[in-house]
């Protein structure tokens, strides 16, 4: 029942990545079809997104839905984001009374509605196929349809992109939306001996080349016939994705939209594998059988920055302490790495450990007295916008160093609180 005389609008305003931005707009499209509301959506084409595939709303979308749901911006404020639990029909509607609508930017709406409202099954199939996307887009999507199928198909997705070797390199929580190559190594292994046809979506074609060559497999990226853009072929493996069987990923949001589309759950690394069993496998594929000079080096960076996650808080602290120094070893400008692991070693009371940790990167500037590398500060104060300070937590095992009388957790922190308009000592003659 509506509240209001006035028709309530349903709008998405996602900005980041191609599978993210759609699987929102699916559930917007769901959401304006419960509720008898109209959908509109803001597209915002960014070209600072470098790993990720997205096309001006005018190549992705046809005239005649650009001119039906598409608006040139959209003032959140007039809207009430469809952010907790809804408990019955009325109590969504209640939500926006006195608002103009709904802003849905979630990619599951499940965990929100009550089972009555929630989509389910291949609700969303039906939705993905009513959108009237732009002719290239919507070629690129039938041509995956009609690639020939094996009956038991499993689609593996690598991802890399910015969480391998751009931005999210320097960041933390991002090894579950990405498979390491060990893992995937494994993954493919179960999968190929349950005797499952395995189609690989990798975003790093190296590591993709090198699996399809090894276990003979198919490469998605090969089944499609060459598309002049990059959102094309991504299209047309989303659209292959999900005329899988299984779906094997990390959280990206490319393999969610498949999923969604597919009425399926993925298959996360920790439901085939145990965490502790994922870093043994690590360990094992890079070192014992030796290809860790194998795989690129940031993706033997990234397997070994995976393993120490996955021990960082078990109690097997040389070994998580040594899969970190290893990916320092394969990404030697990753200052995050550096910072975790100083972080990491002062946390159980090696301060001289981790001080030598430091001294490589601090050392040579704590004692002329410049200022400490740009490359350090920006990974030491970098913020999320939801989260503050990225190593928040890091930053406060620093002050509990530097209260020790670590010298070198002095440096860092002198830059947070100089960063926080504050200064706890003279330490370096800069200040």
Same mark, same amino acid.
């Given at each position: 029942?509506?509240?209001?005389?006035?028709?309530?609008?349903?709008?998405?305003?996602? =900005?980041?990545?191609?599978?993210?931005?759609?699987?929102?707009?699916?559930?917007?499209?769901?959401?304006?079809?419960?509720?008898?509301?109209?959908?509109?959506?803001?597209?915002?084409?960014?070209?600072?997104?470098?790993?990720?595939?997205?096309? @001006?709303?005018?190549?992705?979308?046809?005239?005649?839905?650009?001119?039906?749901?598409?608006?040139?911006?959209?003032d959140k404020n007039a809207f009430v984001?469809?952010?907790?639990?809804?408990?019955?029909?009325?109590?969504?509607?209640?939500?926006?009374?006195?608002?103009?609508?709904?802003?849905?930017?979630?990619?599951?709406?499940?965990?929100?509605?009550?089972?009555?409202?929630?989509?389910?099954?291949?609700?969303?199939?039906?939705?993905?196929? =009513?959108?009237?996307?732009?002719?290239?887009?919507?070629?690129?999507?039938?041509?995956?349809?009609? +690639?020939?199928?094996?009956?038991?198909?499993?689609?593996?997705?690598?991802?890399?992109?910015?969480?391998?070797?751009?931005?999210?390199?320097?960041?933390?929580?991002?090894?579950?939306?990405?498979?390491?190559?060990?893992?995937?190594?494994?993954?493919?292994?179960?999968? &190929?001996?349950?005797?499952?046809?395995?189609?690989?979506?990798?975003?790093?074609?190296?590591?993709?080349?090198?699996?399809?060559?090894?276990?003979? &497999?198919?490469?998605? =990226?090969?089944?499609?016939?060459?598309?002049?853009?990059? +959102?094309?072929?991504?299209?047309?493996?989303?659209?292959?994705?999900?005329?899988?069987?299984?779906?094997?990923?990390?959280?990206?949001?490319?393999?969610?939209?498949?999923?969604?589309?597919?009425?399926?759950?993925?298959?996360? @690394?920790?439901?085939?594998?145990?965490?502790?069993?994922?870093?043994?496998?690590?360990?094992?594929?890079?070192?014992?059988?030796?290809?860790?000079?194998?795989?690129? @080096?940031?993706?033997?960076?990234?397997?070994?920055?995976?393993?120490?996650?996955?021990?960082?808080?078990?109690?097997?602290?040389?070994?998580?302490?040594?899969?970190?120094?290893?990916?320092?070893?394969?990404? @030697?400008?990753?200052?995050?790495?550096?910072?975790?692991?100083?972080?990491?070693?002062?946390?159980?009371?090696?301060?001289?450990?981790?001080?030598?940790?430091?001294?490589?990167?601090?050392?040579?500037q704590e004692k002329n007295g410049s200022?400490?590398?740009?490359?350090?500060?920006?990974?030491?104060?970098?913020?999320?916008?939801?989260?503050?300070?990225?190593?928040?937590?890091?930053?406060?095992?620093?002050?509990?160093?530097?209260?020790?009388?670590?010298?070198?957790?002095? +440096?860092?922190?002198?830059?947070?609180?100089?960063?926080?308009?504050?200064?706890?000592?003279?330490?370096?003659?800069?200040?």
């Amino acid at each position: 029942m509506i509240h209001d005389d006035v028709r309530k609008l349903v709008v998405v305003n996602r =900005s980041d990545g191609l599978g993210e931005r759609l699987r929102a707009l699916l559930n917007g499209l769901y959401l304006a079809r419960l509720t008898r509301s109209k959908l509109l959506f803001s597209w915002n084409f960014r070209e600072d997104l470098t790993h990720h595939a997205i096309a @001006p709303v005018t190549e992705m979308f046809s005239a005649e839905f650009i001119r039906d749901h598409f608006s040139e911006s959209i003032d959140k404020n007039a809207f009430v984001e469809l952010g907790r639990q809804i408990a019955t029909e009325e109590e969504l509607h209640d939500l926006v009374r006195g608002k103009a609508g709904w802003l849905v930017n979630q990619g599951s709406l499940q965990r929100l509605l009550p089972a009555e409202l929630s989509p389910n099954g291949r609700q969303f199939k039906t939705i993905f196929e =009513s959108i009237a996307f732009a002719g290239p887009i919507a070629d690129a999507i039938r041509s995956a349809q009609s +690639v020939k199928r094996d009956a038991d198909m499993t689609a593996i997705h690598i991802r890399a992109g910015d969480i391998v070797y751009g931005r999210f390199r320097f960041s933390d929580n991002f090894t579950r939306k990405a498979l390491c190559a060990p893992v995937a190594r494994a993954i493919i292994e179960l999968a &190929l001996d349950r005797g499952s046809e395995v189609v690989l979506f990798s975003q790093d074609l190296e590591i993709g080349r090198q699996f399809s060559r090894f276990y003979n &497999l198919r490469l998605a =990226s090969d089944l499609s016939r060459h598309f002049p853009t990059a +959102v094309e072929q991504a299209m047309f493996e989303i659209a292959l994705m999900a005329e899988c069987n299984k779906i094997v990923a990390g959280g990206s949001g490319f393999a969610g939209l498949a999923a969604q589309i597919a009425g399926r759950n993925i298959v996360s @690394p920790a439901s085939a594998l145990r965490p502790a069993d994922q870093a043994k496998l690590i360990a094992y594929d890079l070192g014992f059988k030796g290809r860790e000079t194998v795989y690129p @080096p940031l993706q033997t960076a990234f397997s070994y920055w995976t393993a120490f996650h996955l021990l960082e808080n078990e109690d097997r602290q040389d070994e998580a302490a040594g899969y970190l120094r290893s990916a320092i070893a394969y990404d @030697p400008d990753n200052e995050f790495y550096v910072l975790r692991l100083a972080s990491f070693l002062f946390s159980r009371g090696r301060d001289k450990e981790a001080d030598i940790v430091l001294e490589d990167r601090l050392g040579a500037q704590e004692k002329n007295g410049s200022v400490i590398p740009k490359e350090v500060l920006s990974v030491l104060l970098s913020k999320s916008i939801a989260r503050g300070y990225r190593l928040a937590s890091d930053h406060e095992v620093f002050r509990l160093a530097m209260s020790r009388g670590s010298r070198l957790a002095e +440096v860092l922190v002198n830059q947070i609180s100089l960063a926080e308009g504050r200064q706890v000592s003279q330490l370096w003659s800069g200040f």
